[in-house]
């Protein structure tokens, strides 16, 4: 990577290298075990002058998103956090029947279900084959699209300008982060909406969660650098809202920049945090690196003396974090005997580089293992109370992130 890719600026310092891992969603059949798997530099640096964090782009969306092994209707909590956001924003923007709501990278329908469900009309626009239609079974419409300026203008065309724009999750994971904001602003009314989910950067830094690092994530945003990607694409930034989802997100609300006036007091609150951080310059990065080696050594500590014990750890979850972590930390199956996850796409295969196993949930009841490692540590009240059963036979959970964590889980 030379040039950053919001301003184009060569000022990129080095925040921390996690080595090359293979994309973190590219969960291998049994068939492929014995084939070459490609790994990909997984560095994370910023640029000093738009402050923006990111990752080379060594790997395509469409090699990532054509066919996707993430569903979000899987996690109860996911699924509910969508429903309330839903019911706020109808309330916020008097989104009516006469309504238009479009959400880009829509996924199975977890959050138009329930735009649905109130009679307004939307629209997905889902580039996965396999989560699109999901998400029209479930009667969803959904387009199978990458966003760019041309698609946002051709659906607009056809359907109308929306009310509101939804982009949860999916500002991470674009290469061309200039041109999909170039999208948003083409399919929002000149006096819409633009709602924005990503996780950010300041907890992702204060709270250790480089597991959130990996291929499908391309930049990693503080308000600071968001508004100046929004600005990219005639957006500006209105309000922002602090969110506890992926161990901590920001709800970026806004509009065309002709009509955006005066950002609320939330904005310059989360700037002066950040800036208080150190994260308006380069100061506020450097202890991450070393931070992240603790993380290491302290799981592979903890992995290789409970081998050692003859003790049994299991993994619960196949998150694509848990693959940055996996593989960072050369885990293999002799020290985590395999993982466990809702997804039944997921079962019978095995983790990307590490090659792990991944079973059904139900191994575990049957296993009773002394042990159950907790990937998706970023669900952790959900998990500790779906794990609770691991009390019938002394089980213990562990969580990885941000430092490692023994929890006795009551029935």
């Not at 640096?45 to 996707?68: G, M, N, S, V």
């Not at 698609?151 to 009310?163: L, S």
């Not at 990693?220 to 005639?234: E, F, H």
């Not at 490692?373 to 609770?388: F, I, T």
């Amino acid at each position: 990577m030379t040039r950053c890719r919001l301003c184009g600026s060569g000022a990129l310092e080095s925040v921390v290298d996690l080595g090359a891992t293979p994309p973190c969603e590219s969960f291998l059949s049994a068939d492929r075990l014995d084939l070459p798997e490609p790994a990909y530099p997984l560095h994370l640096r910023i640029c000093t002058d738009c402050r923006l964090a990111q990752i080379p782009p060594l790997i395509t969306p469409e090699e990532t998103f054509k066919e996707y092994a993430y569903f979000s209707s899987f996690s109860t909590s996911w699924v509910e956090h969508a429903r309330t956001f839903v019911a706020g924003a109808v309330e916020r923007l008097g989104l009516g029947a006469d309504a238009f709501v479009v959400e880009v990278a829509s996924n199975d329908g977890y959050l138009l279900k329930h735009v649905v469900d109130r009679g307004i009309r939307c629209l997905g626009i889902e580039p996965s084959v396999n989560v699109g239609a999901a998400a029209r079974d479930a009667g969803v419409p959904t387009l199978t699209e990458f966003l760019s300026p041309e698609t946002g203008a051709a659906v607009r065309a056809e359907h109308g300008p929306a009310n509101l724009v939804v982009a949860n999750n999916v500002y991470a994971h674009i290469p061309d982060v200039v041109g999909f904001t170039r999208g948003l602003r083409a399919l929002v009314a000149d006096d819409g909406w633009v709602s924005v989910e990503v996780q950010h950067l300041l907890t992702l830094i204060e709270e250790n969660q480089y597991d959130t690092i990996y291929h499908e994530h391309f930049q990693y945003y503080t308000v600071d650098s968001a508004i100046r990607a929004l600005a990219s694409g005639g957006l500006a930034l209105v309000d922002v809202e602090l969110l506890p989802t992926h161990g901590g997100s920001i709800r970026l609300w806004a509009r065309p920049a002709e009509v955006a006036g005066e950002p609320t007091a939330r904005v310059a609150d989360v700037l002066a945090r950040e800036k208080a951080a150190g994260l308006q310059e380069l100061s506020g990065y450097t202890e991450f690196s070393a931070r992240v080696a603790k993380v290491r050594r302290d799981l592979l500590r903890f992995l290789i003396d409970a081998a050692e014990r003859g003790e049994t750890v299991v993994g619960y979850g196949a998150p694509g974090k848990g693959n940055t972590l996996l593989n960072h930390c050369g885990i293999r199956p002799d020290l985590l005997a395999y993982t466990v996850d809702r997804n039944p796409y997921k079962h019978g295969r095995f983790t990307p580089g590490t090659r792990i196993p991944i079973l059904p949930p139900e191994r575990i009841a049957a296993d009773r293992p002394d042990y159950v490692l907790v990937l998706p540590w970023n669900l952790r009240d959900e998990l500790v109370e779906q794990l609770s059963y691991v009390h019938e036979w002394g089980g213990r959970l562990v969580f990885p992130i941000p430092e490692l964590s023994i929890v006795e889980v009551e029935s």
